[in-house]
């Protein structure tokens, strides 16, 4: 026995190395397994703050999976982390903001197309009894209160040019539940908000864009005109109605026109407010397209748009997504009569060149007033 006692410390020795070599591999491989796993979660988190600054503590997370925007009968269990980076990334898009669940598009990777929204708040009989010459679609926040007060009482009021039609609605996403509860308030007295539930972010504009012509395709597809525009503009809507709408009637079928930008590039740094990388955007020019600071439409475009929009694969840039869907649809856009008509920058104002021009952008509320009312006064003295 004393003889084979070296044989047997041998083995000893030998199944201890290979009792340490395996526990080494598997911990290894389950080191290897979930690490990635728990840092791709975090990374989509990250990713998703810095590339929109969302204050993800101002939104409660929603414990269910959005179905068609309703909530189901019976809350569905938590999302578990053990599912896959995928379905935490739709855990963290779809998220609750008060009572609304909210899908947001924080940056434009996250969609290859759009998705559909819910109206929160909707306006669907304003085209009921009379149809519109003419609706205003004004991009705008829960918190410029006071540009949507300025253009009520300017270029936006639906009596601007006596006998022609206008209607004019301002286009919301959502925020926190206190601003859209002060919504709700101040749509109860206008009845001139459209709001769907995605986040109301400036990444989001696109969605904006879409639910607007989505609107005006499902309720008031007999509308001669559709006007996009921001709430930062001035729109001098009776030179519009008269110098250039008016002359159109009976509408062309697919007209579309505004400040037109040809051969416009892809910012490619991304510290720029406009960057779009490659993977979103591969080519090396854009189609000529108009600013989104204002471009007018026949209403017969307005459905063709939206049917693209199933189509052509999501950007954040509303005007270069537009243009998209127009090529797409192999739709040319119009040159405006002359160049000066739509502007993408703030005029210096005097009365007489306001009287001949149909946009100018980065006016306050009270610029808006002063404006108006002053070319209202010298509009006789100009001239047409």
């Not at 739709?90 to 609750?96: A, C, E, T, Y």
């Not at 119009?334 to 739509?342: Q, T």
Request: charged share 20%; aromatic share 14%; proline share 5%.
């Amino acid at each position: 026995m004393t003889r084979y006692r070296k044989y047997f410390l041998i083995s000893r020795r030998c199944s201890l190395m290979c009792i340490f070599l395996i526990g080494s591999i598997c911990f290894l491989g389950i080191y290897l397994f979930f690490v990635p796993k728990t840092f791709n979660y975090f990374a989509v988190l990250a990713k998703i703050k810095v590339k929109e600054n969302i204050d993800l503590s101002l939104i409660e997370r929603s414990t269910f999976p959005a179905k068609e925007y309703d909530k189901p009968e019976t809350a569905k269990k938590p999302i578990s982390f053990k599912s896959n980076v995928s379905s935490f990334k739709q855990f963290l898009l779809n998220r609750k903001v008060g009572e609304l669940t909210v899908n947001a598009a924080p940056f434009a990777s996250e969609l290859d197309y759009i998705p559909s929204f819910r109206f929160v708040i909707n306006e669907r009989d304003i085209c009921n009894e009379i149809t519109p010459f003419l609706i205003l679609l004004i991009a705008t926040k829960a918190d410029e209160k006071q540009h949507r007060e300025a253009i009520r009482k300017t270029w936006g009021n639906e009596s601007v040019v006596p006998g022609i039609k206008v209607v004019r609605l301002f286009m919301l996403g959502v925020n926190s539940k206190e601003q859209n509860e002060a919504l709700l308030r101040e749509s109860s007295q206008y009845h001139d908000i459209i709001q769907q539930d995605f986040l109301d972010t400036y990444k989001n504009l696109t969605l904006k864009t879409i639910m607007g012509l989505k609107w005006v395709a499902a309720y008031c597809g007999g509308a001669n005109f559709v006007m996009k525009t921001d709430s930062d503009v001035f729109v001098n809507t009776e030179y519009l109605i008269q110098r250039l709408l008016r002359p159109l009637m009976p509408p062309p079928q697919y007209y579309f026109t505004g400040y037109l930008v040809r051969n416009g590039q892809p910012h490619r740094s991304n510290e720029s407010k406009w960057y779009v990388p490659k993977e979103i955007y591969s080519a090396e020019r854009y189609p000529d397209f108009c600013s989104g600071t204002g471009y007018v439409l026949s209403g017969a475009l307005a459905s063709k748009i939206v049917n693209a929009s199933l189509k052509v694969k999501y950007i954040y840039l509303e005007d270069i997504y537009v243009a998209l869907c127009l090529e797409h649809e192999g739709i040319d856009i119009v040159p405006p009569p002359e160049n000066y008509l739509f502007n993408s920058y703030k005029v210096p104002f005097s009365p007489c060149t306001y009287n001949r021009l149909i946009t100018s952008h980065g006016i306050y509320p009270d610029e808006q007033i002063t404006y108006w009312e002053t070319l209202q006064s010298n509009k006789y003295v100009c001239g047409k």
